[in-house]
């Protein structure tokens, strides 16, 4: 073994024995005022598996998480498992996981990113041809994981800059690098609907408060803040990188389309059902207060009543059950659960629901504590600069270390903090710091995108920072002084 090797080795011995300290010992540690033993211990909980969440992994310590909770004594091992692994959040996660793996297989990814492209507007200009771009991803994203998306999207910037005969040193092809990373994060942000990190943050007020924020809520603030922020964004690829776009000359619609095959009967059934499951968790939300008494309103109250993992397990039964024109299932289980679902991330959501409910437990008392303590301060300063600071803590936070780890941080701390204040829509703070989360694509760190388009040469780690900064900071002005008077509209 290698010294370089055994030093890593000593590091990671470490870092487990410094959070094991913290989880199991903390409890042991003189009292800070006012907090219990056992808030000491949670405590101590919380800082150790944020430490191997940041240090080492983002699975396994998640299950050890559940372990440790099991320790403190106000808290029941059954009622731990079942707000975790046995959560609605969780198996909501899983199913939406499975079917979304249903839709990717399918090519209707590529098909409606090829439609935008090549549109006739899309080709009367260079900047037209971005906007559609840009626009294509966002549109897709709003259903489809953020990292799968960009993987999607690879093959067909990289077609681009072989149609345009770009170079790795040409700004336009900097632009349309650095605008598939940014726009991923974008679109991930503006609805739940296969992103974890806003389900993350729903999580933690549901589990305070034991009420969902719907969808239609989340998806009325998310859409609108995420095409303004998108706007922006290219208005300052536009006028401050200012790149060359004479290449857009070359441009070859016809060189994506002629290879096209038809889409098939199985594709369009996928679509169909997927649809439909997408309406099932928008539609009753919207309409439920609308109806008028009757048969109607008495289905989208039992539909909105079982939650949001009825739909996609629904579908995902439906998919399973329905055969393809080669006499298969329309998806295979086995395969959706094995190559569909991004495991550690369920598991770590099913570990946050499980200390969302330690920190916010009135036995144990942090709630309260961190309520007294920060309120006063709080409570005298402008609801618009608490609601830019959450902001803030959350996009800097997201954009240097794990979006699991902000989502869950940052709006356990909003949803503890402001939950006592009448001044301030805390379901709405909770809805930006769950959408801002998931706007990580500005370091290396934030996403494995940023770190793939930061080394793939069409642009480089120090632009992508620059302008990822810059796309953040815009964000968070438009998430104070729009998105939150939007959540009040919505009220």
């Known amino acids: 073994m290698s010294e370089s090797i055994k030093a890593s080795v000593r590091k990671h011995y470490l870092t487990v024995c410094i959070a094991l300290a913290f989880m199991f010992l903390f409890r042991f540690v003189p009292a800070i005022p006012g907090l219990s033993a056992s808030a000491m211990q949670v405590l101590g909980i919380f800082i150790g598996v944020l430490i191997l969440w940041l240090k080492i992994s983002i699975s396994w310590p998640s299950v050890l998480l559940i372990v440790a909770l099991g320790f403190v004594p106000e808290l029941k091992y059954s009622t731990i498992l079942s707000g975790s692994y046995g959560g609605g959040t969780f198996v909501f996660l899983m199913f939406t996981f499975a079917l979304t ?20 507007f899309a080709q009367k200009g260079a900047w037209r041809f971005i906007t559609l771009y840009c626009a294509s991803i966002l549109f897709i994203g709003m259903f489809v994981s953020p990292t799968v998306l960009f993987f999607v999207y690879l093959p067909i910037v990289e077609e681009i800059y072989s149609i345009l005969g770009l170079k790795k040193d040409d700004g336009f092809a900097a632009v349309l690098m650095m605008s598939t990373v940014i726009m991923c994060g974008i679109s991930s942000g503006m609805t739940p609907i296969s992103h974890v990190f806003p389900i993350l943050a729903l999580n933690a007020y549901e589990t305070a408060y034991n009420t969902q924020i719907s969808y239609a809520y989340f998806m009325g603030i998310g859409i609108p803040c995420g095409l ?53 968790w928008v539609l009753p939300g919207m309409l439920n207060s609308a109806l008028p008494d009757g048969i109607l309103k008495t289905i989208c109250t039992k539909i909105s009543s079982m939650g949001t993992a009825f739909p996609p397990m629904a579908g995902l039964v439906t998919l399973c059950i329905l055969t393809g024109e080669d006499g298969k299932p329309l998806l295979n289980f086995s395969e959706a659960f094995s190559k569909g679902i991004s495991w550690p ?65 940052v709006a356990t701390a909003a949803v503890a903090v402001t ?22 694509f500005a370091t290396p760190p934030a996403m494995p995108c940023v770190a793939v388009a930061g080394s793939s040469g069409w642009t480089n780690t120090t632009q992508m920072m620059k302008y990822g900064f810059i796309a953040m900071i815009i964000s968070v002005v438009i998430f104070t002084f729009a998105g939150y008077p939007i959540s009040l509209a919505l009220l």
């Open 101 to 120: 793996y249903a839709l990717s297989q399918t090519s209707y990814i590529k098909r409606i990113a090829i439609a935008f492209i090549t549109s006739r």
């Open 228 to 280: 303004i922020t998108a706007i922006l964004v290219i208005l300052v690829f536009r006028f401050l990188l200012h790149p060359d776009t004479s290449a857009f000359a070359n441009f070859d619609a016809e060189a994506f389309t002629k290879d096209q095959k038809p889409v098939t009967k199985d594709e369009k059934t996928v679509l169909t059902v997927f649809i439909i499951v997408v309406l099932l």
């Open 345 to 409: 991330a369920v598991i770590m959501c099913a570990g946050t629901a499980a200390l969302g409910s330690a920190l916010t437990n009135e036995d144990i008392g942090i709630t309260l504590w961190l309520s007294s303590a920060l309120s006063p301060a709080l409570s005298s300063m402008p609801v618009t600069l608490m609601i830019f600071i959450f902001c803030f803590w959350a996009a800097l936070q997201t954009n240097l270390s794990s979006n699991n780890v902000t989502a869950t941080v």
């Open 419 to 440: 939950g006592s204040m009448t001044s301030v829509n805390t379901m709405g703070l909770v809805v930006l710091i769950g959408m801002m989360s998931a706007y990580a």
